[in-house]
């Protein structure tokens, strides 16, 4: 799968931008500040219905402006697909491919696969455990549409119970029957969610491992292990449990919103023990092995977007990784940096077709093509 | 807009505060009044504060009401042993225009929604308890829309009724008349697989009251 046209009205700093895109890799360069990174999420939200970043609309939309535009034409294995996205901030977020609009947005999601590598994901191992949590889900979602659905009802349900136990606290009373009614409703997605994290957390922890001895050279053994109160005890069980302490804490205090996706080198905690540099490789393995699952149940090569990847590596290993997603045939990918010398001169030795671009206030130009 | 008199603009922004109706559709209507009799705008006007002054909820089901007790749960020829749980009046009329259905209502005045404020003890469900223990009802009839906060309450209610001798059943959910199964939603054409229902003579073909 590869994207061979994008087009942009009153995303984020582009007014109107026309982008033809090589089907290997395409570079954008320029200062800070430009829209280089801009542009990569403008892919990613064509394909998740929502800018990486996971700001609201309001945020995406150009300045000044009441609505953004997003078209994207895909080729999948020959057929070209053409996916419209048109945004009114607070009003409207319409959906569309091939001229079809999506009743719900969530019927979008792993149709187009994309996996973003940007700086911020060190707080995948610096950070709690709600971003290992997003990340499962993210890559989760674009697998399978009934963990996505699972997902959803889960979350709305749990919204509600935790407003019932505000509720119960303002009002001065509280209603057993009415959280047994919650907790009967989350069992049954919550116990799926769970079910399907432990069956996809296996795989993950192995491909990780091949991935991390790739890039790193090292011979550290890494492991990612699904960590849930359920993997002991039933759903029912826990909060018919927990149903005191959440009456007093007026949340919901067990479930696999809690989950946690626990990474260790050497079997001691990443958080605590990991170098510098242990941390920069685990966090791009954390990434590709994304990627790599992504294609392997997908069975295609989804779009990789690399933000900024010169801040994890050096010239050197950039290169490597470059010629070993190449070697691997790996599909499309986006990448953007301010070095134009240094892109330049790793894009010569790998032979492989390109497109560049200068990118300067709001305004992509094409500036070279092999 | 720029109105010669304050009479006519006060009586265009009391139209203009009733949902769906806009200030160029007010004055349409006010010019429209100005045209009629005294009399008639002013039997329109009494029709008005009458309904507004006198209109209230029958004691027994929660429905709108001229009396005490409403058409419905007055009338000697409706089936006391069933009993349809809807969220709002609208729902009874929408029930009552099907002319299939000849039990009694219940409405709740809502639906479980904490998010939004409500909590079981904002609903009319103890008045509904209260009619089951009453032991004249066979049936409970949850019409209420298939949403979660709908399946919350449904839930709620049926373990509010459990230990009373009185069926509870929903109305189905599954594919629209008339529709395709083509372009129905996967949710909705998995659920009416699942709660798929005996195949009875002639039920398939549709009855001279729907052409």
């Known amino acids: 799968m590869h994207l061979t046209q994008l087009k942009l009205t009153n995303f984020k700093n582009y007014v109107w931008q026309e982008i033809a895109c090589s089907p290997q890799i395409n570079c954008f360069l320029g200062l800070n500040g430009m829209g280089k990174t801009n542009l990569l999420d403008a892919v990613y939200y064509a394909c998740m219905t929502r800018s990486h970043t996971g700001v609201t609309d309001v945020h995406v939309v150009r300045h000044g402006a009441d609505f953004f535009r997003i078209e994207a034409h895909f080729q999948i294995e020959g057929k070209s ?10 009003k409207s977020k319409v959906f569309e491919c091939n001229e079809l609009v999506y009743n719900k947005l969530s019927d979008h999601i792993g149709a187009f696969p994309v996996v973003m590598i940007a700086p911020g994901d060190t707080e995948m191992v610096t950070d709690g455990s ?45 209603n057993a029957g009415l959280l047994e009614v919650y907790n009967a409703q989350l069992i049954a997605p919550g116990t799926l969610i ?44 826990l909060l018919a449990e927990a149903t005191e302490k959440d009456r007093l804490l007026q949340r919901t205090t067990v479930g696999i919103h809690r989950d946690d996706l626990a990474l260790t080198l050497d079997g001691r905690s990443v958080k605590q023990f990991a170098s510098q540099g242990q941390l920069k490789s685990l966090v ?11 294609r392997r149940e997908k069975n295609m090569r989804p779009l990789l977007l690399l933000d900024d990847i010169f ?56 500036a070279h093509t092999a | 807009m720029n109105f010669s008199s304050k009479l006519i603009e006060e009586a265009v922004q009391a139209f203009a505060s009733l949902p769906g109706i806009g200030k160029k559709t007010a004055l349409r209507l006010v010019l429209h009044l100005v045209n009629q009799p005294t009399e008639q705008v002013e039997q329109f006007a009494e029709a008005l504060t009458r309904m507004r002054q006198r209109i209230q909820f029958c004691e027994t089901c929660h429905n709108l009401s001229d009396t005490p007790l409403c058409t419905i749960c007055a009338n000697p020829h409706r089936d006391r042993s069933v009993v349809c749980v809807v969220e709002s009046i609208r729902d009874v009329m929408a029930i009552e225009d099907t002319a299939q259905y000849r039990g009694l209502y219940h409405v709740l005045g809502g639906i479980i929604s904490p998010i939004e404020g409500i909590g079981p ?20 009839i949850m019409a209420v829309n298939p949403t979660i906060e709908g399946d919350t309450t449904i839930f709620y ?55």
Do not use: C, W
């Open chain 2, 157 to 211: 209610l049926s373990k509010k009724l459990k230990d009373f001798d009185v069926k509870v059943s929903t109305i189905a959910r599954g594919v629209a008349f008339g529709g395709e199964l083509e372009y129905a939603d996967e949710l909705t054409l998995g659920r009416s697989i699942v709660a798929r229902v005996p195949y009875q003579t002639g039920e398939g073909l549709r009855g001279r009251e729907e052409f």
């Open chain 1, 194 to 237: 769970a079910d399907k994290r432990r069956a996809f957390a296996d795989t993950f922890g192995e491909v990780l491992q091949q991935v991390y001895a790739t890039i790193s050279g090292g011979h550290e053994v890494v492991d990612s292990q699904y960590e849930s109160k359920l993997n002991d005890r039933p759903l029912a069980a």
């Open chain 2, 121 to 140: 003890g904002d609903l009319n469900i103890d008045t509904l308890v209260q009619r089951v223990q009453q032991g004249e009802i066979r049936e409970i």
């Open chain 1, 81 to 90: 697909e053409k996916v419209v996205a048109k945004v009114i901030p607070r």
């Open chain 1, 284 to 294: 791009l393995a954390l990434k590709l092995a994304q990627y790599e699952m992504l």
């Open chain 1, 311 to 366: 801040d994890k590596l050096d010239k050197n290993r950039v290169q490597q990784l470059l010629e070993l997603l190449l070697q691997q045939s790996f599909g499309q990918i986006f990448i953007t940096d301010t070095d134009e010398q240094r892109v330049r001169e790793i894009l010569s030795k790998l032979d492989t077709p390109f497109h560049l671009y200068h990118v300067e206030a709001g305004v992509a130009t094409l």
């Open chain 1, 130 to 174: 709600e971003v290992r949590r997003r990340f499962l889900d993210n890559t989760l979602s674009q697998i399978d549409r009934s963990y996505l659905n699972a997902l959803l009802l889960y979350n709305k349900v749990l919204q509600q119970r935790n407003a019932a136990l505000k509720q119960f606290a303002e009002q001065r009373q509280f």
